[in-house]
């Protein structure tokens, strides 16, 4: 059973900064893209960025690029996202996800407010 743990999450300032953390328990971590995704209330779960095997490529929704940073260590099996200059809007939970299977983890809240 593969598991996916977010952490990182928090409150914090309009520009200011928070990094997120997913490890993942799976053999074949190295294996797989992995995206993060973020449901604010009462809307859609919406795609924020996506890495490639071994890190090469990356991809970002228009709204994120250039505040924040997707990265992954396959020794850790870990991805991270780092985000930058934070926005009011930003505030949702955030997701991270194994592309092509159904595995999710929890979830970790990310509140931009003053």
């Known amino acids: 059973q593969v598991q996916l743990v977010e952490s990182g999450g928090g409150l914090v300032q309009p520009g200011g900064s928070l990094r997120l953390t997913c490890a993942v328990s799976s053999d074949t971590f190295s294996d797989h893209y992995m995206d993060w995704y973020r449901q604010a209330p009462g809307k859609e779960r919406e795609y924020v960025a996506r890495?490639?095997?071994?890190?090469?490529?990356?991809w970002y929704i228009d709204s994120v690029k250039g505040r924040f940073t997707i990265s992954r260590d396959d020794g850790k099996n870990t991805v991270y996202l780092q985000m930058n200059n934070l926005k009011p809007e930003d505030s949702a939970v955030y997701y991270c996800?194994?592309?092509?299977?159904?595995?999710w983890g929890q979830g970790t809240q990310v509140t931009v407010s003053s």
């Open positions: 890495i490639s095997t071994s890190g090469s490529q990356t």
């Open positions: 996800h194994q592309p092509g299977t159904t595995y």
